[in-house]
């Protein structure tokens, strides 16, 4: 894990165990690479029961409860799908907080609209959920690397308002 990933988690790690709260992922293109970092942390057992790596639309709607009409008016790489796999997650682990991430990370699956490095996010806290769109740029593993990077990033600037300046 690089130290900058390493960072992230263990300060999102600390921001949950003080205030007593649990996490969880719902990934698609990321692989689990979001609950890998948080898992790489000692201890995350205290705020990380579990989460979901939903590749297919089917796991997307059996696993979190993505709506078939959602997919099919938005597709599958979309905030609206974010949104829905972020509040999904929460219920199906009774989560505090969720991070879900769907996009392409490439070679292939983009589109002229989505091109390879479009990268959707839902942030699901208590009765509010926030979703971003990225658009990175590299070869598959940089984009899921960044992809990770960007969810522990804005989950800490989301959820606790920390300000990542200084780390």
């Known amino acids: 894990m690089s130290d900058r990933l390493a960072q992230l988690s263990q300060l999102l790690g600390q921001h949950l165990t003080q205030s007593q709260a649990t996490l969880t992922t719902a990934e698609s293109c990321t692989g689990g690479g979001i609950a890998k970092a948080l898992t790489d942390i000692s201890g995350c057992s205290a705020y990380f029961d579990g989460g979901f790596v939903t590749y297919s639309e089917q796991s997307k709607q059996r696993f979190l409860g993505v709506l078939p009409e959602t997919l099919h008016q938005f597709g599958v790489v979309s905030e609206n799908v974010a949104q829905e796999m972020a509040e999904g997650a929460c219920h199906a682990f009774s989560a505090n907080y969720a991070i879900s991430v769907t996009g392409y990370a490439g070679p292939g699956g983009g589109t002229e609209d989505m091109p390879v490095g479009t990268v959707c996010f839902g942030f699901a806290s208590p009765g ?7 658009h990175f740029s590299g070869n598959r593993e940089a984009i899921r690397q960044q992809s990770v990077v960007f969810a522990l990033t804005t ?13």
């Open 128 to 134: 509010h959920t926030t979703t971003h769109t990225c």
């Open 155 to 167: 989950a800490l600037e989301t959820f606790f308002k920390i300000k990542l300046d200084t780390v």
